[in-house]
């Protein structure tokens, strides 16, 4: 089989990564290799065969770093084959965390698109070096392949300036680069799109409200398949309460602890990165657990669920004021598809905004995309299973299709 479309996602400790056919019309494969570097680590391998269900391989076995990493991953898409034929990869998509205001869509990857890319890394520490060695080695694996980036930032390239700009100097943020940028992207561009087929209506004409929930969290007011606003700014660290990241803070905090304690500039980005969030609330940051623990009474489990709950709502209600109208809200990403606490308790008292919520639609088990408000709701509720991957090679594979 010719021409398959790879999709690679770098994170700090992690690779996902999914094979798609040469019209992204089906996964061929997809798989995850975790805890790179860590005890435990593995490599899980899902092969698709059409009409079946999937076959996984599971193999721990110690994987020091990324290099090893997509190189394992390399040799099981070889050692593979589709209806009989082998696989020729003909391009490789990488999510790519930051853009800057320079990157509206996706880019071919050559020396130039790199070193603007190598320009963004202190901007999301987290996620960018992963991003850029898995540029780096996908590059001398399939050197026949054409190399795009797809970037998280790209989708709110349309956010006006009054809702990215900061209220700080003008010459100094614009020497600096500072501005609302907001991530997630590509899920948010999925999640929209699917909300308008379920509606039956065309993207031109929804307005929804999408909240990505899982470790990293945001929201977005999309409107007509366009950003307004988005809650993750400058950094992946403003906005909702995530797994490990303080969300929004008043900056004064930040000032008065550095100066109370002593801290430096890199024990701050610690605390602020690694430390707060649902961790930092109750110890825990998968949200599995902690509403394991507050339904068993547990304290700061129940907090940080409220906590958690409470801030999504109040994006819900602050991007309705920002839509024209507000059609829909769309719960995505692992937390946001998966627990039904979480979406109880961010829709509880939202009537007057026009959403009725129906509680045993919610808490009915299903993988499915799905309505969980009642017929009466005069604002959809809606839970769309994340599929980044899917965006990543149909962007992918434009490029493909465009190039020379």
Request: with cysteine.
């Amino acid at each position: 089989m010719a021409g398959a479309v790879l999709v690679i996602n770098c994170g700090s400790s992690s690779i996902k990564y999914s094979l798609f056919d040469a019209n992204a019309s089906r996964t061929l494969a997809d798989g995850i290799v975790e805890r790179l570097g860590q005890a435990g680590s593995r490599h899980v391998h899902r092969s698709h065969a059409p009409g079946g269900d999937p076959e996984e391989i599971v193999q721990e076995t110690p994987i020091p770093n990324h290099r090893t990493g997509v190189e394992r991953i390399a040799r099981r898409i070889e050692e593979s084959s589709v209806e009989g034929g082998a696989i020729e990869i003909a391009a490789v998509g990488h999510r790519v965390a930051h853009g800057g205001s320079g990157f509206t869509g996706p880019a071919v990857i050559d020396d130039g698109v790199l070193a603007r890319i190598a320009e963004f890394v202190h901007l999301a520490p987290l996620h960018m070096p992963a991003n850029l060695t898995g540029i780096e080695i996908t590059t001398a694996l399939w050197p026949q392949a054409l190399q795009v980036a797809v970037f998280d930032t790209a989708f709110h390239h349309t956010v006006p300036e009054h809702a990215y700009r900061y209220a700080l100097p003008v010459d100094l943020a614009d020497r600096h680069g500072v501005r609302r940028f907001g991530f997630h992207g590509t899920s948010h561009e999925h999640a929209s799109k699917q909300a308008a087929r379920m509606l039956g209506r065309p993207l031109s004409e929804v307005n929804v409200v999408v909240l990505h929930l899982g470790n990293g969290a945001s929201a977005c007011a999309v409107s007509g398949g366009r950003s307004l606003d988005t809650s993750m700014g400058m950094t992946p660290l403003e906005g909702l309460v995530m797994g490990t990241r303080s969300g929004d803070l008043d900056p004064g905090v930040v000032l008065q602890l550095a100066q109370a304690d002593g801290l430096s500039v890199e024990e701050v980005e610690r605390l602020l990165h690694r430390e707060s969030g649902l961790k930092g609330l109750c110890g825990a940051n998968d949200m599995r657990d902690i509403a394991r623990r507050a339904a068993e009474g547990d304290g700061p489990a129940e907090l940080a669920l409220a906590v958690f709950s409470y801030r999504v709502r109040k994006y819900i209600g602050a991007y309705a004021a920002v839509l024209p109208v507000l059609d829909a809200v769309v719960f995505t990403g692992g937390i946001g598809e998966n627990s039904a606490p979480v979406r109880d308790r961010a829709c509880a008292n939202l009537e007057h905004l026009g959403i009725r919520f129906d509680n045993a639609k919610n808490a009915a088990p299903n993988g499915e995309p799905r309505d969980i408000s009642t017929d009466a709701s005069l604002v959809k509720v809606l839970v769309i299973p994340a599929n980044e991957e899917l965006e990543i090679a149909q962007q992918t594979l434009r490029c493909l299709r465009d190039a020379p």
